[in-house]
């Protein structure tokens, strides 16, 4: 009977897990139970969204805060096992100064490493524009490259020619000045054979006048060949240092035209990989997609606001001051600062998520208006984001304050584009989830084995555990697409990671009794296996005539 009652206690989902697993019930209970379970109410009956989508910030929000050092390849690890639980929203980091956040310093690692499935979004933190720029200065600096290469090439071909034409002229000049000194030496020699021999022949001719005329003509014959024989060698040489320029201008004129043509298709190659890279890890030919990222830099982006003037977060460094949007007679002023930080990532092709942080209640001002939070949210629409989640940074709301501070934002923002996200300081985010979800909020952040908490709020807790809402929501029937088995077994993972207990209640309880049921069946084995070798030992000590008997 206290069975039924415990079983009648939980939820419709949880009960049918605990009912189909639970060997102490018998036939009749197990059937009554059942009758039961078939009467639970639907999430349809109870007014709720059949699905939900949980967005997962453990590895953000609920690692940022950590005292104790967290090894990249931990945080690596935990994101994927989330990957693999089938989340689709891992707010897996955040992009600010290791100065302010050391447990986030390494961002671009982390975002570097994890291994992203097709169709989960891996969204960071972007506090300001310094890291919201990245991807477009990594764009723009690979297109002036592009642009300084192709002028480079341009310059380069055309010194080139300059220097090839001036080399050619002056080798010409250089040719044609040798080639007039050598047919002038040429001429001068021949000259000067020319009256020698005919000096000779005068003075032979005297003695014999006949063989005279017969030497004059041999001799001017013989002149004319040589001074022929001379001319056609000075072209031929002319000729062969021309065709040497010109075929070692021409060469080299080629050797540079191929390098050229090689940085080009290079520069084509590598552009072209990078552009493969990105198709492959984003699986859309765009270079922003809501599942985000680039190699290392994500295109998901989240920036925060708060409704007071004195609760603005440190995650970044900012000090206290009124640099947020602030609640002041009335109006929301929007801080410059995150407005361009989502112009910026919007104009890129990025999705942009907005925070109303302490939505519902302030560290230093107390309780917060709740036409104040609507207002920063209208404010963090209007900057483009595509959803706004409502945040109870302090875990000071109930069901009460929630529900007003929601039906006030409901006015203004669509509940599709609408989230909650709530840290479970007095025991009530789970109530106020329920809350959310029956005024048609279906987006919930969350953190497995509910890290994190608020830094500057004294005594605040960690966000609502995973595992938590994950329970309500099997309870009530609602479909949110993850594996609780992984979810466990990241949630002990980090747990461990950390040196500290886990969290969740949920997990407690459910890793607890595994532990039990484990135990139990080593137990009856190690019964059933002694029970067996006494039975053997019994029969091998009996006698023949006893066992005939």
């Known amino acids: 009977m206290q069975v039924l009652q415990r079983l009648c206690a939980t939820s419709a989902g949880n009960f049918r897990r605990y009912a189909s697993s639970d060997n ?6 197990r059937a009554a139970l059942q009758a039961l379970l078939h009467s639970q109410p639907s999430a349809a009956a109870n007014g709720l969204p059949t699905r939900v989508t949980i967005y997962e910030v453990g590895p ?6 950590e005292q104790k050092a967290i090894p990249t390849d931990v945080k690596v690890a935990f994101i994927d096992m989330l990957t693999n639980a089938g989340f689709k929203k891992i707010e897996a980091t955040s992009f600010v100064s290791p100065k302010w956040v050391p447990q986030l310093g390494d961002a671009k690692e982390v975002m570097a490493r994890i291994k992203r499935q097709a169709g989960v979004s891996y969204p960071v933190l972007v506090p300001n524009m310094q890291h919201t720029s990245i991807i477009i200065t990594i764009i723009i600096t690979i297109i002036i490259t592009i642009i300084i290469t ?18 050619t002229i002056i080798t010409i000049i250089i040719t044609i000045i040798i080639i007039t000194i050598i047919i002038a030496i040429v001429i001068v020699i021949t000259i000067i054979i020319a009256i020698i021999i005919i000096t000779i022949i005068i003075a032979i001719i005297i003695i014999i006048t006949i063989i005279i005329a017969i030497i004059i003509v041999i001799t001017i014959i013989i002149a004319i060949i040589i001074i022929a024989i001379i001319i056609i060698t000075i072209i031929i040489i002319t000729i062969i240092i021309i065709i040497i320029i010109i075929t070692t201008t021409i060469i080299i004129i080629t050797i540079i035209i191929i390098i050229i043509i090689a940085i080009i ?20 030919p ?9 190699p290392i830099y994500p295109t998901c982006l989240a920036v925060y606001l708060t409704p007071t003037s004195s609760s603005t977060p440190p995650p970044t460094g900012t000090r206290r001051r009124p640099s947020l949007p602030v609640w002041r007679g009335g109006g929301v002023r929007s801080g410059q600062r995150f407005e361009k930080v989502a112009k910026e990532a919007i104009a890129a092709g990025a999705l942009v998520r907005g925070y109303v942080s302490c939505a519902v209640g302030c560290p230093y001002e107390g309780r917060i ?13 209007q900057m483009g984001c595509y959803e706004v989640s409502m945040a109870d940074t302090i875990g000071v709301g109930t069901p009460a ?16 584009n609408l989230a909650v996200h709530f840290h479970d300081t007095y025991g009530m985010a789970i109530a106020n989830i329920l809350t959310a979800l029956r005024l048609g909020v279906s987006v919930i952040d969350s953190s497995v084995a509910g890290l994190g908490g608020c830094p500057y709020a004294r005594g605040a807790t960690g966000n609502v555990a995973t595992e938590d809402v994950l329970y309500l929501l099997d309870g009530y029937g609602i479909e949110h697409g993850i594996d609780m088995d992984a979810v466990l077994h990241a949630s002990e993972y980090i747990s461990t990671a950390l040196g500290r207990p886990n969290g969740s209640r949920v997990a407690r309880a459910l890793l607890a009794r595994r532990m039990d049921a484990a135990n139990t069946t080593t137990a009856t084995a190690a019964v059933a296996a002694d029970s067996a070798q006494k039975t053997g030992a019994e029969t091998s000590g009996l006698k023949p005539a006893a066992v005939a008997a």
């Open 24 to 29: 102490q019930i018998s036939t009749s209970s």
């Open 60 to 65: 953000r929000d609920g690692l940022q805060n």
């Open 150 to 167: 192709i002028i480079t090439i341009i310059i380069t071909i055309i010194i080139t020619i300059i220097i090839t034409i001036i080399i």
């Open 401 to 416: 304050s929630v529900e007003d501070m929601l039906k006030a934002t409901l006015s203004h923002v669509q509940p599709q």
């Open 369 to 381: 208006d709740p036409q104040a939070a609507a207002d920063v949210a209208v404010a963090l629409q």
């Open 286 to 294: 765009l270079l922003f997609r809501p599942a985000c990222p680039l």
């Open 265 to 284: 298709i290079t520069i084509i190659i590598i552009t072209i990989i990078i552009a493969i890279i990105i198709v492959i890890i984003n699986n859309t």
